[in-house]
């Protein structure tokens, strides 16, 4: 079971750490990703890591501003997300999947899914 947390509401420039914890199962040579679906629009790609190597991947609109990692010790990922602006407010999700690196930011690749974590940026 995936579990996703730390959204809340932040002001437009805050930073927010969100984390992904797993619980029954131990994170190995899987992808484990971060999606955000904000009001009225589809699921997007946020970031990605690959358990084993540490690789990251970005979606190209985000890199610079968020930065993924994971701990093997507490066997989670983080997303930790700097500058925010009120775009950025979605629901985040973090899911677990293994697949070529051509499939990365496709949803339908990833077969765990966490329940999501508000993330409201407002002034």
């Known amino acids: 079971q995936l579990q996703a947390f730390g959204g809340g509401l932040v002001q437009p420039g805050d930073a927010l750490r969100l984390s992904c914890a797993a619980s029954?199962?131990?994170?190995?040579?899987?992808?484990i990703a971060w999606f955000r679906q904000g009001p009225g629009k589809e699921r997007e790609f946020v970031s990605a890591?690959?358990?084993?190597?540490?690789?990251?991947y970005y979606s190209d609109s985000l890199k610079g501003r968020f930065a993924i990692s994971r701990h093997r010790g507490e066997n989670a990922v983080f997303l930790q997300m700097n500058g925010l602006k009120p775009e950025d407010t979605a629901v985040y999700y973090c899911?677990?999947?293994?697949?070529?690196?051509?499939?990365?930011?496709?949803?339908?690749?990833?077969?765990?899914w966490g329940q999501g974590t508000l993330v409201t940026v407002s002034s």
């Open positions: 899911a677990v999947g293994s697949m070529a690196l051509s499939s990365i930011r496709l949803a339908r690749m990833y077969h765990y």
């Open positions: 890591i690959r358990w084993s190597s540490q690789h990251t």
């Open positions: 029954g199962r131990t994170f190995s040579s899987e992808t």
